[in-house]
Structure formats: structure tokens, C-alpha cells
């Protein structure tokens, strides 16, 4: 019981986590059409970002806003510079482009900060237990993130759907030609929402510099299980990014918590520990597989026509 | 009478609330050079793109020689002797028009995985390509890229591609689409010609050209079917007249 | 056709002499270390070029090509740990094992178009990735080590440089030969219509999906050959052949030598990997030059090298 609400607790927030990146991600990909590999690197940005200004503050907080800031203006600059070009291009530019970005930014971090990763040490009012149900402990700092995580979502939500911009956003995902015709400033609205991406993106990796190292490379992983949400969710939703998020980290967590136990039921225990790592990894790609051949658009594609 | 090449009976093709193929029943006998015409947004290359299976119906039943195809993907259809040129044209613009051609006939003659001998090396092919461009004339260009051609050049060379596959009824979208007057003329030579050999169902805003060629002419108008009959028959069809009432297609060219 | 001699056709030569050569200028000099390079620099030409009939010739830009380098290394390396150290049968495994792969991901993945499948097949290869981190008994993360080259009843001694490079030459060219033959085929010119004009391809008669995913398959076996030479050339296998990045090497080795040329990719795998073999000579750092130079060839110089020559030959 104790062990599956707080593995319950990991895969929503590793979810939550995992819908920040995906979503600025989806966005991108949706209004603007640019595929961008190196969404991570601004992930991995808001962790070192974020140590680094914690380290010179001394104030966790203080630190994880000014990393909130900087990689929104590092975003803003890199669409500036480097992205403009790239729109209206093939995708194999896209995805080239920012191949190259990437190599830069896990250089020049290591040419800033060290070849070493950073930790981002807690403030202890954030370090304390706490009792969420009678006798279930879960750390304060991850129940944090969920909640930091939620209200994004819900802001997200509320702004994509209530506001005006959020309804050119939306246009401009099922119909990118619409917001042209609108006589909206699209180089505006552009830099507007791949800063926005940036920030949910190192918002992501600020929050989850404490519990993992801040290292080089950190960002990586993450962005493929943030294409896997969105290849799941379809491109261009939020809600699809929010709901395959959450699915996506649960079945992971759960995975890794649960299945090897579940194969010793079936399997010899030798061969169970064999197949267990192998297996709860695929897990996600499984579920990603079976959602192509069900619905190749995805869950909820936001340009249903 | 003989079992029509092609019949098409009830189609149905709704978009949402709109229905842009209103119970649409029609057929051309073998030989005929049936045209269909109607006001923009008539539903043509809504009805058009049933035919030739890129669009689904909602209902109703499309047949050729007697076999049923309404389900069938375009691909199929093609192989069962339906060929069509695009309103708009759509080549393979980074290859010479010879192979746009020859892809066309090796799509009727024999499997085409073969990985190693040289495709452009093969005579049949490469006859069949020479003599469809040969037919509309631009066999001198074969060796041209598609995208150095120009538009009238491309128009033929849809038709070619399409002649290449050896149909037994071509589907044209529009031929003389964006063609100025000497080809437009060229283009209703060729047509001329080519009826002698296939069924045709012309899809065509140029009404001199509709009344020039057609065996029989239908009249869609909001996707439905307010006439059919031959040409003189049109001309005098009140209803048909009513529908293009203030719309100069009538009796003048298109622009 | 193009004229019998142009600047392509005069680098192409040049660098086949040179690559044929090169044990030659090794012995002269006594330099091992560059035959070692080049062998490493032969062995992943070959994958560029099998990435290059499906991304340059066939229009399907995979991110995954690095799961087959993985997958035929470690047919290799999972016989030779089992005891079975025979070429005969571990590089037809290898090729077939790369083949079962590249069938059930390209079915799957050739479902959807453009962004969606870059992404699928990354994720996928990913999903390989980890697979093989998680392989326990053959060294999990750590990677396997192949003790004995793959032996083929003597005809060939892997374990001596030269007619190791001699070999990985050697499938090198067999392959683009293959790839020749294939692209001038009626499969390739049916393939290469696909990526035209989709549409016109279908409205004439063909069914795009089983030539492309039949053209996923051979590429993917082609690539499984260079994982069983990879692996042998460094006498081990980790899932680190086959991260991401890989992939991304291997898609800008293509475009950077010409997509969709015969001879680009393995024009764009010398010159990337001695580029960065040079870079690294003269700063650690030299990803920071060579992220912004990819930025800058996707910019302006579309069509990479063989473009480039291409341009200079019409004048």
C-alpha cells in the first residue's frame, strides 16, 4: 500500500515534469512548425542556470526565478538568431539545425561549468516529510513539484483556451495560414511562444535539479520521451500533451516499480530479473506502438479536419 | 443498350453539413466523350476525386465494365484501366518527362520489384513512354526535367502519363486549365484525337471546348444532377439556363 | 547526361584512390593510427549510405539508423559470447536480425509522415537503446566485448588490419554498387517517384506502402552489415553505438556529402569524421565549432558537397 501511493505519487510527478517539456514542445511544433531537438538543451539550461544563481543568491528560490528568466531571454535570443531562418524549411533542416545547437550547448557548458555536474542543494523547510495520508510520508519538495506543475497546467490550460492569445495560438496549431490572415504580428507571436516553450522547458528542468544531478546531456533522454508523449497525445494539443504525460509517466514509474515482481509470478526468478529492466524500458515505446496502429494522428491531434 | 464502361449511381459525399455529391447518378458508354460541367463550387472535383478513389462517399456505388470499385484504392482503379490528369498539375517534377511516362506504362507492365537491371534501359518501356509523347506532341522534349517545362507543356504531359497506363476511360480534372487560346486550341485538337481511342469524362470550365467535344454533357450545380443530355439538348435546357443565369461561362471563355 | 569529366566526378575519384591506397601510404610512413581511422571512417560510410537510400533517394528521414550499427553488433558479439565465433553465421544473423527490426518499425513508423516519423523512428531506436541496457547477461550499460573476430574458415584474417580494411572497403563499395543498381532499377525509380510526387504515384498505380517499407528493409539490412564490421573493428559493442547522437552523425554525414548522390555520403563521412577528428586535435572543445558549422551548412550549403561540385561543374 505505502509503496504504490508513493510510486502513484513518482509517476504523476514525472508526469507533471514530462508535460512542461512537452508541452512548449508541442507548441513549437504546432504554431510554427519547426522541429526542435534542442528543447532539451533548454531543459538542461534552467538546471545549471538555476544552481548557479542559487549558488550566488543563496536563495533556492530567488535562484529558480531568475533561471525562469534566463532561459526565457536564452530562448527568446536563440529564435531570434538561430531559428529564424529555419521556418518554412524542410524538417530534415529543422532537425539538423538544432542537432548543431545541441552539440554547442552541451559544449559550451561544459567549457562554462566543467565537465562535472552541479547539485542544487534544498533549502530545509523543503527537505521535511510529509504525512499525506495516516502514516505515508512523502517528501515535501516532490509534492512541490506536482503542485507548481498542476497550477502551470491549469494557467496553461486557462490561457490557451480563455485568452486571446491563447485563441491565435490555437488557430494558428489546426491552421497555420488562419493567423497570417488575421493581420497578427507572427514574428511576434512566435517569439512569443518558442519563450514560452523555453521557460516551461527550463521551469522542468529547475524543478528536477534537485533530485537528479545537474550534468551535460541531462536534457536528452527527457526530449525523447517528450516526442513519444507528443507522437502519443498528436501534435499541437495540449490536452493530448497533458493526458499522454500523465499516462506516460505512470506507466514508466509503475514499470520500473512493479514489473519485475509481476514477471517472478510467471517467470523463474533468474529470468525475470533478466527480462525486467529490458521490458519496463520498452514499456512506453510499447504503448507508443500500439497507439500508431490504433490512431497513427495520435490520441488528440489538434487539427482534426 | 451495352453495359456502360462506367456507372455511377446515388453518390453520396457529405463535408459536415454541406453535401457536395447530392445523389449523383451518371454513365458513359463505351467511346463516349461525356463532359461535366456546372458553376464553381458544383462539387466536380469533389465527384472527380470519388471516381478515382482519393475521396470516400458517404454512399451510392461507382462501377467500371461492370465491377464494382467503389471501395477500391486509387491505385487499384488505375490497374483496372482509370486514368486521371490533375486540375492541378501534379507531376514528378524532378524527373524528365520521358520517365513521368514511363513510370506510367511500367505501373501496367509487370511487378515492379526489380532491383537490378536498368529501368531506363528497358525498350517496352521506354517505347510505350515515346509513343504517349509522341501523341500529344512532345516527344521532342523527353529528355526535358518536368520542372524546366512549361505550363501548357506540363498540361500534355498529364495527359501522356495518362494515356501511358492504357486506359479504357480517362478521367481529365480541367485540361485546359490557365492554357491561353493557342493551346487551349491545341489541347481540343488533341482531345479530338484521343476520343477516337478512349472513354473520356471531361471535367471543364471552357465551354466552347464542353460543346466542341462532348457526346454528352451533365450539368452539376450544388452537387446535384439538374440535367444531362446531348449538347444541343443543354443549350435549350431551361433549368440549365437558370443555373448559369448571370454567369457568363455559358457563351463566353472562361478567363 | 553530365559531361565525362566534371569536378564530381574528379573528387570521387580522387578519394576512391585515396581510401584504396591508403594501407599503402600506412605501411610507407608507419602512421597505424590514420589505417585505424579509416576503417572506422569506411565502416560508418557505409551506414551513411544505406541511411541515404531511404533519406536521400527515398524521402524518409529516419533519426533511428544507429539501432541497426547496435543491432548487428550485437548478433555479433551475443554468437561470439555463446560460443559460435563463425562470420558465416553471425553475419547472416546480424543482417537478418537488422532486417526483422527494420520490418516491424517500418510498419509501424511508415504509418505516419514527416515530423511524426523522424520522431518514431528516434523514439524507437531508443527503445533499442535501452533494450540492450538492459541486457544483463552481455554487459547491460557497460557494453559486451567480442574476445574473437568473427572468422571465415581462413579466407580472411579480421584480426590483421590491413585485410580488415581491405573488407570493410570492400563492403563499402559492394554496397553502393547495390545501391546503384537499385536507384536505376523500376523499384528505385518507383521509390524515388514516391518522394516526388506521392500522390501522382498513386494515381498511376502504385501503393506507396509496400515500396517504401521494402526499401526501409534493405537499407536497414545494409546498416546491420556495418554494425557486424563496427563491432569487430573495435572488438566490442555497447548501447552507446547506437544513442541518438549516432543517428544524428550518421543524417549529417549524408546531408553534409549530398543527399541522394551516390557517392555524397561516404564523401560526407570523411570529411565529418576527419573534421572532427582534426577539431579534437586542436581543442577539446571541438563540438563548440562544430554545432554552429552544421548551422551553417544547412543554411547555405543545401545539397553538401556533391551539390556544391555540382554547381561548379555548370559553371
Known amino acids: ?305 | 443498350m451495352a453495359e456502360p464502361l462506367l456507372r455511377v449511381e446515388g453518390l453520396v459525399r457529405r463535408f459536415g453539413g454541406i453535401v457536395a455529391t447530392d445523389h449523383v447518378s451518371l454513365d458513359v458508354a463505351q467511346g463516349e466523350l461525356h463532359a461535366i460541367i456546372g458553376p464553381n463550387g458544383a462539387g466536380k472535383t469533389t465527384l472527380i476525386s470519388q471516381l478515382t478513389g482519393h475521396l470516400p462517399p458517404n454512399a451510392g456505388s461507382i462501377s467500371l465494365g461492370g465491377l464494382d470499385i467503389t471501395y477500391l484504392p486509387a491505385h487499384r482503379r488505375c490497374a483496372l484501366g482509370l486514368a486521371r490528369s490533375f486540375q492541378i498539375t501534379s507531376l514528378l517534377l524532378d524527373f524528365t518527362a520521358a520517365d513521368n511516362v514511363a513510370l506510367a506504362a511500367q505501373a501496367h507492365a509487370g511487378t515492379s520489384f526489380r532491383f537490378f537491371a536498368d529501368a531506363r534501359r528497358e525498350r517496352g518501356l521506354r517505347e510505350a513512354a515515346h509513343a504517349a509523347l509522341d501523341r500529344v506532341g512532345l516527344s521532342h522534349r523527353a529528355d526535358i526535367v518536368v520542372s524546366r517545362l512549361s505550363h501548357g507543356e506540363r498540361r500534355e504531359l498529364e495527359l501522356a502519363v495518362a494515356l501511358a497506363s492504357r486506359p479504357k476511360i480517362l478521367l481529365l480534372d480541367e485540361p485546359m486549365a490557365g492554357l491561353g487560346a493557342t493551346e487551349s486550341q491545341r489541347m481540343v485538337k488533341l482531345l479530338q484525337e484521343l476520343r477516337k481511342e478512349v472513354s473520356i469524362v471531361l471535367v471543364e470550365h471552357d465551354m466552347e471546348a464542353v460543346f466542341a467535344l462532348a457526346d454528352r454533357i451533365s450539368v452539376l450545380v450544388y452537387g446535384r444532377l439538374i440535367a444531362s443530355g446531348d449538347p444541343a439538348a443543354i443549350r435549350q435546357n431551361e433549368e440549365v439556363r437558370r443555373a448559369y443565369l448571370g454567369d457568363q461561362h455559358v457563351v463566353t471563355r472562361h478567363g | 547526361m553530365s559531361k565525362a569529366f566534371s569536378a564530381s566526378r574528379a573528387v570521387t575519384a580522387l578519394m576512391l584512390a585515396g581510401l584504396l591506397l591508403l594501407p599503402l601510404y600506412s605501411q610507407l610512413s608507419g602512421n597505424l593510427f590514420i589505417l585505424t581511422l579509416f576503417t572506422r571512417i569506411v565502416i560508418l560510410a557505409l551506414a551513411a549510405a544505406s541511411l541515404n537510400l531511404i533519406m536521400g533517394y527515398g524521402g524518409m528521414t529516419s533519426f533511428g539508423h544507429a539501432a541497426y550499427l547496435g543491432i548487428g553488433g550485437y548478433a555479433v558479439g551475443i554468437l561470439a559470447q555463446e560460443g559460435i565465433g563463425s562470420g558465416f553465421v553471425q553475419w547472416p544473423v546480424a543482417l537478418a536480425a537488422s532486417a526483422i527490426y527494420a520490418l516491424v518499425i517500418g510498419a509501424l513508423s511508415l504509418r505516419t509522415r514527416g515530423v511524426y516519423f523522424i520522431m518514431i523512428t528516434l523514439a524507437f531506436a531508443q527503445m533499442a537503446y535501452y533494450v540492450a541496457s538492459g541486457l544483463a547477461r552481455y554487459g547491460g550499460d557497460d557494453g559486451l566485448t567480442v574476445y574473437k573476430r568473427s572468422a571465415f574458415a581462413g579466407l580472411v584474417d579480421l584480426s590483421n588490419r590491413v585485410q580488415f580494411y581491405y573488407l570493410c572497403l570492400a563492403c563499402l563499395l559492394g554496397v553502393i554498387a547495390l545501391i546503384w543498381r537499385i536507384v536505376n532499377s523500376r523499384f528505385g525509380l518507383v521509390v524515388q517517384g514516391l518522394r516526388s510526387n506521392e500522390q501522382r504515384m498513386q494515381a498511376i498505380g502504385f501503393p506507396a506502402g509496400r515500396y517504401r517499407l521494402v526499401c526501409f528493409v534493405i537499407s536497414g539490412t545494409m546498416c546491420g552489415l556495418a554494425g557486424a564490421l563496427l563491432a569487430n573493428n573495435t572488438d566490442f559493442v555497447s548501447p552507446a553505438v547506437m544513442y541518438w547522437t549516432r543517428s544524428g552523425d550518421l543524417m549529417v554525414m549524408v546531408i553534409l556529402g549530398g543527399m541522394g548522390t551516390l557517392f555524397g555520403p561516404v564523401i560526407g563521412a570523411v570529411v565529418y569524421l576527419v573534421l572532427e577528428e582534426l577539431l579534437s586535435q586542436v581543442t577539446e572543445y571541438w563540438a563548440l565549432i562544430m554545432g554552429p558549422l552544421l548551422l551553417v551548412i544547412v543554411l547555405f550549403g543545401r545539397g553538401g558537397i556533391m551539390g556544391l561540385l555540382g554547381r561548379l561543374d555548370r559553371g
Open chain 1, 1 to 305: 500500500m505505502l509503496l504504490v501511493v508513493e510510486q502513484f505519487l513518482n509517476g504523476l510527478q514525472f508526469g507533471l515534469l514530462l508535460f512542461l517539456l512537452a508541452a512548449g514542445l508541442t507548441l513549437v511544433f504546432g504554431i510554427m512548425d519547426l522541429v526542435n531537438l534542442a528543447h532539451g538543451s533548454l531543459y538542461m539550461m534552467g538546471a545549471y542556470f538555476a544552481a548557479t544563481f542559487a549558488a550566488w543568491t543563496g536563495s533556492f528560490l530567488l535562484g529558480a526565478l531568475l533561471a525562469l528568466g534566463a532561459t526565457l531571454l536564452l530562448g527568446i535570443v536563440l529564435e531570434v538568431t538561430a531559428l529564424r531562418p529555419l521556418y518554412g524549411r524542410d524538417h530534415l533542416d529543422h532537425v539538423l539545425a538544432t542537432f548543431g545547437l545541441i552539440l554547442f550547448f552541451n559544449e559550451a557548458v561544459r567549457l562554462i561549468w566543467g565537465p562535472a555536474g552541479l547539485a542544487l542543494p534544498l533549502p530545509a523547510w523543503l527537505t521535511v516529510p510529509v504525512p499525506i495520508l495516516s502514516g505515508i510520508y512523502y517528501p515535501a519538495y516532490r509534492l512541490a513539484i506536482i503542485a507548481v506543475a498542476l497550477v502551470v497546467a491549469l494557467l496553461l490550460y486557462v490561457g490557451v483556451m480563455r485568452t486571446r492569445i491563447g485563441m491565435l495560438i490555437r488557430a494558428g496549431a489546426s491552421n497555420r495560414e488562419m493567423i497570417g490572415a488575421l493581420g497578427i504580428n507572427i514574428k511576434l507571436l512566435y517569439t512569443l511562444v518558442f519563450g514560452l516553450g523555453a521557460a516551461l522547458a527550463g521551469l522542468a528542468g529547475l524543478m528536477q535539479a534537485p533530485i537528479l544531478t545537474v550534468q551535460i546531456g541531462m536534457g536528452e533522454n527527457i526530449l525523447i520521451l517528450a516526442f513519444v508523449i507528443i507522437v502519443i497525445g498528436g501534435i499541437g494539443s495540449i490536452r493530448g500533451a497533458f493526458l499522454a504525460a500523465i499516462f506516460v509517466g505512470m506507466i514508466d514509474t509503475m514499470g520500473r516499480a512493479f514489473l519485475p515482481n509481476l514477471l517472478r509470478q510467471v517467470l523463474s526468478s533468474t529470468a525475470a530479473s533478466t527480462a525486467a529492466p529490458a521490458l519496463s524500458s520498452m514499456l512506453i515505446y510499447l504503448l507508443m506502438a500500439i497507439v500508431l496502429v490504433v490512431r497513427p494522428e495520435g490520441l488528440f491531434p489538434a487539427n482534426r479536419r
